[in-house]
């Protein structure tokens, strides 16, 4: 297969819902890229893969042994993709122009940049503020609590009204762009993850190599984004169970 400018990935697991939505604003958007999207399932048991079959067969899809989580599903794409630039996406994205190309023009204009992110959108065009700063005591767990809660904008920069382009110490793992030779040098993301922190390691990881990260607010997708996850037994023990994994490998810093 000839070497391509830009791939992407998805990772699913039982996303009927919403799969459609997400594959066909991406490949309507990227018309004029030498693009190649990817699906990575996760063994979904709903028609997620049908959906993708019938609807989008120019689409490459692998299908991994197991739910083995965001970060091992993002991995094993390493050994397919032959581009200059990989772009990881979360199911839940929509995008409404091309910014996949915006953004890779940054990196081919930057070469000390090794990740870039947009700003990220509700569907009603609100900002959604993400984390733009190293994790920390102050910012992942006392900004839970509401006295503490202005924590929050400290560590999505919120307060910063970032208008222009910046560098980061956090790139969201919803939506954004990576040098493959650096993803692949890196082995991706830390797969010990099963879900939440796997892109703070990441940009930590990016950083300690040298590059620059940065968030990039001149383009914008929008994420459709419901904080199931969190809101179960489940969702908060595989959320805490990443937060030890990454203060015991970065260091129990309050900020």
């Not at 299908?63 to 397919?80: A, P, S, T």
């Amino acid at each position: 297969m000839a070497k391509i400018k830009v791939s992407g990935c998805i990772v699913t697991y039982n996303e009927q819902d919403m799969i459609e939505a997400c594959v066909r604003s991406l490949l309507e958007q990227t018309k004029d890229v030498d693009f190649q999207l990817y699906i990575s399932d996760n063994c979904s048991q709903d028609e997620t893969l049908a959906i993708i079959r019938e609807k989008f067969p120019q689409v490459t899809i692998l299908e991994n042994e197991k739910n083995g989580g965001f970060g091992y599903g993002h991995n094993q794409i390493l050994n397919q993709i032959d581009s200059d630039y990989h772009v990881v996406i979360n199911p839940d994205i929509c995008i409404q122009e091309d910014a996949i190309s915006k953004l890779v023009a940054y990196l081919e204009e930057h070469p000390t940049v090794g990740m870039v992110t947009p700003k990220i959108l509700n569907m009603d065009g609100s900002e959604q503020f993400l984390p733009k700063r190293h994790p920390s005591i102050r910012y992942v767990i006392l900004s839970k609590f509401r006295p503490f809660r202005k924590h929050r904008q400290f560590y999505t920069r919120e307060v910063d009204n970032l208008t222009t382009s910046t560098s980061v110490e956090f790139c969201t793992g919803c939506f954004f762009v990576i040098r493959t030779e650096l993803f692949r040098k890196l082995s991706g993301f830390d797969s010990r993850y099963y879900m939440y922190f796997e892109d703070a390691d990441l940009s930590r990881t990016v950083l300690s190599e040298g590059y620059e990260i940065i968030f990039y607010p001149e383009t914008a997708v929008y994420h459709k984004w419901h904080r199931a996850n969190t809101r179960s037994v489940k969702g908060i023990v595989r959320f805490l169970t990443s937060m030890v994994k990454y203060f015991n490998k970065w260091g129990w810093k309050f900020s």
